[in-house]
């Protein structure tokens, strides 16, 4: 077969990725990765943005199946952190290589009132820091009352591309829901990151390709693939875990289909191959690492996947970039996305 990856013209003109390259294996499938690092290499060069996560709130009103905090879930202890507690931590006590914070629940609007926006306020008045959020699908005013208060980066995965596959899964709301929340938030001024999982059970091949059709039509600036990890306490428990080598290649085909968007190597690639995992990522052409800062308290009921959770610290993070020979940046990801902003806005001025 030959690698349709690998040809000038198919990287020249816009990329859609099929199945035998989201397929490939072996030295082809490392070349597609080679390919996909160096298209981030000259987009972006050697730097990797570094932003911590702080999860604030367990209590969630979804009930996505794949989700350990979905609402059925009874045996979690949910609870929301302390503002003040979450505060100290990131104004006095943040390793120093991250640059921006995303703040992150599940979908519990009394958090964002009464946690998040003090806290985005806090943050943007005491440090240097960026700030991105993820908080599921709110209503507008809450969207405005967050971009007031100085988030500018909003992270809303679309989870899953098939509508069908969307609702057999209970993903939040329903489909057209969320993606009318992702266009109203990249319609008013947010930089939207959104995401699917792959490998997810019921998973068929058009309805893989069909996250790749949706994310390259959406109003976005960076996007992630996450491996399904089957979380002890969902109904999908008994299903078995994607396959890293699907995800690695979902990442690369993203890279090549959009070199410019920002795309993280997300944590749950460790949990797919331990040890590995996460370096794979970082070859594929990823350019966002995520420092988790949530407190150990809080930690463990914050749920996603499995109770023993793979964490990221700074030490990981750092270690896994300088092994794959690339470098921390030191400018905000908020900041790289607000030069861009400028940048357009003087060459439309120039062309006009
Ligand atoms: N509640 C917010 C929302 O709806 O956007 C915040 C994000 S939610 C707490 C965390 C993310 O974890 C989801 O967007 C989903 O993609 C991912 N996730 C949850 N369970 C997962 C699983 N079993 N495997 C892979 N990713 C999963």
Same mark, same amino acid.
């Not at 679309?158 to 098939?162: A, L, M, N």
């Not at 002890?232 to 008994?238: G, I, S, W």
């Given at each position: 077969m030959a690698f349709p990856v690998l040809t000038k013209s198919v990287i020249d003109k816009a990329f859609f990725p099929d199945m035998d390259v989201l397929n490939l294996r072996g030295s082809a499938q490392n070349q597609l990765h080679e390919r996909a690092a160096n298209v981030a290499l000259e987009q972006f060069g050697r730097r990797v943005f570094i932003r911590a996560v702080v999860e604030v709130s367990n209590f969630c009103r979804e009930n996505c199946s794949y989700c350990g905090m979905r609402r059925d879930n009874r045996s979690l202890e949910r609870g929301r952190a302390e503002y003040e507690k979450i505060a100290e931590l990131l104004i006095h006590h943040r390793p120093s290589s991250i640059t921006d914070v995303n703040i992150q629940t599940g979908e519990d609007p009394v958090a964002v009132r009464e946690i998040v926006i003090p806290l985005i306020k806090a943050i943007r008045r005491e440090t240097p820091l960026g700030v991105s959020v993820c908080l599921g699908t709110l209503n507008p005013t809450l969207y405005s009352e967050l971009q007031e208060a100085g988030a500018s980066i909003y992270i809303i995965k679309? *989870?899953? /591309? !098939?509508p069908t596959h969307y609702g057999e899964m209970s993903a939040p709301g329903n489909f057209n829901e969320r993606i009318e929340n992702i266009r109203h938030l990249a319609a008013h001024g947010w930089k939207v990151s959104s995401g699917f999982i792959d490998g997810l059970p019921g998973q068929t091949e058009s309805r893989l390709l069909a996250n790749f059709k949706l994310a390259n039509e959406l109003p976005l600036d960076g996007c992630s693939v996450s491996p399904f990890i089957p979380g !002890? *306490?969902?109904?999908? @428990?008994?299903e078995p875990t994607a396959k890293i080598d699907l995800t690695l290649n979902c990442m690369a085909a993203l890279r090549l289909m959009r070199p410019e968007w920002v795309i993280p190597a997300v944590s749950a690639l460790n949990l797919a191959e331990p040890g590995m995992g996460y370096r794979r990522g970082l070859r594929t052409g990823a350019n966002l690492a995520t420092i988790n800062m949530t407190p150990e308290d809080i930690? /463990? !009921? %914050?749920?996603? %996947? @499995?109770?023993?959770r793979f964490i990221m610290t700074e030490e990981r993070i750092l270690s896994a970039i300088a092994a794959e020979g690339l470098i921390a940046s030191q400018q905000s990801l908020a900041e790289f996305y607000r030069t861009q902003n400028s940048a357009a806005t003087q060459s439309a001025i120039a062309a006009a």
């Open positions: 679309f *989870e899953i /591309g !098939d !002890d *306490e969902t109904p999908l @428990k008994n930690r /463990g !009921d %914050y749920l996603l %996947y @499995k109770r023993d």
